[in-house]
Structures are given as structure tokens and as C-alpha cells.
């Protein structure tokens, strides 16, 4: 009993010391916080030895040096979207010695997306993109704070993510996300770096900065969805991305430095030009803007798939623009190609496409030129014969036919069209496993 009467005094003691502690040091951070790997302290007002020698270059900056240094030790960054922008935006921010860096992203990596997406390495194919750029981050830099968020970004969860930040990267490839990242900046006034990049080309923007527009004052109604494309649509060549991503990074670092003039503008970069990049004044903020205006409309975040007509998802989009009757599955089209049954193959894809792969005996004539050869290849066969139009996703096929149906309307003539469902991406899901997919 005297055993427990002892250790009760010596934790009353334990407490009053801890108390004095708090009074001279101030609040002590939780036991969770300290055992947390690479926990730095964001109030830092000092550098470390090991901070001196592994940010030493950008230390005797001008622009930046000491002072600099200890802003980005104690700033927050959020990166939405760890693919082609968000890859070389988080490793740049990482190594630069940015405290604190959230990763959005709810995908998993994809073999497809390693020539682009630099942060990842081969081994994580399949696993959280977000989890594998932390494990690269740390590995580069165990000094800072990496949080991840899996969960789908949409407006249920933004708010909540992007109020612990200081400045936001949007490092996405969707119309729906890049409304709900403005509005929520916009609601929580914090600064917007946007990126993307699309073929040869890329675009950054800066948003809601120093009393510069919002997304919406450029943008106040989304585009029609079928008129978006996408990288896995229309493709992106790596360095491309790259070199917009890192200019993301660089405008964060500018930002927390707070040391640089700034002039609200569009930057447009194009490899296949002599000149790579083209800079242009943005237009001034809206005063009649839904979100950022003298009286604003949007006060909340809203439905943004309605909105925009089209999902949070950086994958191709599947339009229906067909009836069941005008459609066929992959298995189905293969039991009429195995029975020998007389019919036309159109594959539409782009030749670039055609070239890397084809099924037999299949005809190339792209979308884009469909209409002007629609004479040619309606007259070369008998109307008996039917037509099989097929694309890489079913999307393009869709058009085709629907195209082709019009033109048969209007010639008063008939014959069997239809659309090969899902196509070449569900024809090696369903009939040939080995077809390469891309």
C-alpha cells in the first residue's frame, strides 16, 4: 500500500514539473507527434547542421538564404493528383525542404503511367499512388511531413483536406476536380498553382492570388464533356509534363518566399515550336464572378459531376451515344469473325494508333476523315455487306456509327451498322488476353 502512495506522490510530482515545462516552453507537442518519422517542427526558427549542408546551394541564394530556407521548412503544400505534373511537383518540393506536403490521390499506378509519372517506381505498379510517392519523397528527404489522402477528393472531403494548407497545386487531368480545387481555395482564400499538359503541350496558371482571378473568372461554364481530352485519350509525351510540373514547384517555392514580383498570366509551353513558351497577360478578376465576385453565388461546394457533366476521374470517358440495338459485344463480333460470316472491319483510331497494333483485316479510316470517305466506302461494297466500326475505347466507334446512320438517312438506303462495344480494350479483357493494350 505504501508502494502505491509512493508512486502516486512521485506522478503528482511528474505532473507539477510538467506543468512548469509548459509555462516556460509553452504547449509540448503529442507523444504520436514526436514518435512520427521525420516530424520536424513547422514553428521552426533555426536550421540544423544536417539542414545547412543538404540545402546549402539554395541557401546562398540571394533570393532565398536563410530566411527563405526556414519559410519552407515551415510551410504546408498540398498536391492534388500524384501522376505526370504531380510527380516532379512533389519531388522538387520534397528535396527543396518544403515541411509539410499532403498527396491527394485515390488511384492506383498503372504499368502505363511510369513513363510520365517519375515519382513511381516499377514495384508499386498496382498499389496507392499516393502511398508509393511518400514512400519516394521520404526516401529522398526523411526530414518532413508527408500526409497522404486515398479517399476520392470530392466535395465531401475537400474542405476538410485543403483548409490544413498554405498553397495548393492542382496537378490533375479532369474538369470536375479542377472546379471543386478553385472553389474550395477560393472559400478558404488560398492561393492555386495549376497545371496541364496534353501531346506536346502545357499550360500553368496561377488562381485566387493577390487578388488575381479564380479558374471561374476564366472559365465560368465547363466544356461539353465529349469535347474534353484527356493524356489517355490524346497522350502526353513525359518531359512534357515534367516541365510543367516543375514549374508548379517552382511558383510554390516563389510563393512561400514571398520575395518575387508577381503578374497574373497564362504560360503556355509547346515542344514542337522553335519558341518553347508564350506568355499571356490573364484577364482581371470578374466582379460578377459565381465564386470570387462582389456577390457570389457559390458560397458552399456543389454537385460537381452535375455540374460538369463528367466524373472526378482522370480516365477516358464512356459516352452512350448508341441504342442496344446498334451495339455488339467483343465476344459476339468474334463468333462472326471465326464463322468467316462476309462483313467490313472499320477501325477508326487515329493511324498513330493503327500502326501499333490491328485486328485482321480491319480498314483504317480515322474519325476526322470518316465523313469525306463515307461515298467511297458506301459504294465499293454492297449494301448486303455489313459494317463493324471499331475504335480503342467504344467511344469513337459510337460516332461512326452514328455518322454513317445519318448518312444512310439521308440516301434513303439501308444496311447493317454497328458499333463494336468497349472496343479493342474490351476485346483483350474478353476474346484475346495477349492483344497489347496501350
Not at 507527434?33 to 541557401?59: A, C, F, H, M, V
Not at 476536380?177 to 472559400?187: A, E, H, K
Not at 448518312?407 to 462495344?421: A, F, P, S, T
Request: glycine share 6%.
Amino acid at each position: 500500500m505504501s508502494e502505491i502512495n509512493n508512486l502516486k506522490q512521485e506522478i503528482l510530482e511528474l505532473k507539477q514539473k510538467l506543468q512548469e515545462y509548459k509555462k516556460i516552453y509553452g504547449k509540448l507537442p503529442e507523444a504520436s507527434q514526436l514518435l512520427e518519422r521525420g516530424q520536424p517542427n513547422l514553428n521552426s526558427q533555426i536550421l540544423t547542421n544536417d539542414e545547412i549542408k543538404r540545402y546549402g546551394r539554395q541557401l546562398i541564394l540571394p533570393d532565398l538564404r536563410y530566411s527563405g530556407q526556414l519559410k519552407l521548412k515551415n510551410a504546408k503544400v498540398l498536391v492534388v493528383g500524384a501522376g505526370g505534373l504531380g510527380s516532379p511537383a512533389l519531388l522538387y518540393l520534397s528535396t527543396a525542404g518544403v515541411g509539410r506536403l499532403g498527396v491527394v490521390d485515390h488511384d492506383t499506378l498503372d504499368l502505363s503511367n511510369l513513363p510520365r509519372q517519375v515519382i513511381h517506381p516499377t514495384r508499386n505498379v498496382d498499389k496507392s499512388k499516393a502511398e508509393s510517392a511518400k514512400q519516394t519523397i521520404l526516401s529522398l528527404n526523411p526530414n518532413i511531413i508527408v500526409d497522404t489522402y486515398t479517399e476520392l477528393f470530392d466535395s465531401s472531403s475537400a474542405l476538410k483536406i485543403v483548409e490544413k494548407y498554405d498553397i495548393v497545386l492542382d496537378c490533375t487531368d479532369n474538369v470536375a476536380t479542377r472546379y471543386l480545387i478553385n472553389d474550395c481555395c477560393v472559400l478558404l482564400n488560398k492561393p492555386l498553382i495549376s497545371g496541364s499538359a496534353l501531346k506536346l503541350h502545357g499550360q500553368l496558371t496561377i488562381y485566387n492570388y493577390k487578388g488575381g482571378p479564380c479558374y471561374r473568372c476564366l472559365y465560368p461554364k465547363p466544356p461539353p464533356p465529349e469535347t474534353v481530352t484527356n493524356c489517355s485519350d490524346g497522350g502526353v509525351l513525359g518531359p512534357v509534363t515534367g516541365i510543367i510540373g516543375c514549374f508548379q514547384a517552382l511558383e510554390a517555392i516563389k510563393m512561400i518566399i514571398d520575395n518575387f514580383e508577381y503578374n497574373p498570366s497564362l504560360v503556355i509551353f509547346s515542344a514542337d515550336r522553335s519558341q518553347y513558351f508564350t506568355q499571356v497577360k490573364l484577364r482581371s478578376k470578374k466582379l460578377n464572378c459565381a465564386v470570387c465576385g462582389t456577390k457570389p453565388t457559390i458560397t458552399e461546394l456543389i454537385d460537381y459531376v452535375q455540374f460538369c457533366s463528367s466524373g472526378p476521374m482522370d480516365k477516358s470517358l464512356n459516352l452512350k451515344v448508341l441504342g442496344k440495338e446498334d451495339r455488339i459485344s467483343c465476344l459476339e463480333y468474334n463468333k462472326i469473325q471465326q464463322s468467316k460470316e462476309d462483313h467490313i472491319l472499320i477501325d477508326v483510331r487515329e493511324d498513330v494508333q493503327f500502326e501499333i497494333c490491328q485486328l485482321p483485316n480491319s480498314i483504317n479510316i480515322p474519325l476526322n476523315k470518316l465523313e469525306k470517305e463515307l461515298d467511297t466506302i458506301h459504294s465499293k461494297y454492297d449494301t448486303k455487306t455489313p459494317f463493324y466500326f471499331l475504335c480503342r475505347l467504344g467511344n469513337d466507334s459510337q460516332l461512326a456509327v452514328a455518322i454513317y446512320k445519318r448518312y444512310l438517312n439521308e440516301k434513303g438506303e439501308d444496311r447493317v451498322i454497328k458499333d463494336i462495344q468497349g472496343g479493342l480494350l474490351s476485346w483483350t479483357n474478353e476474346v484475346d488476353k495477349d492483344f497489347p493494350i496501350y
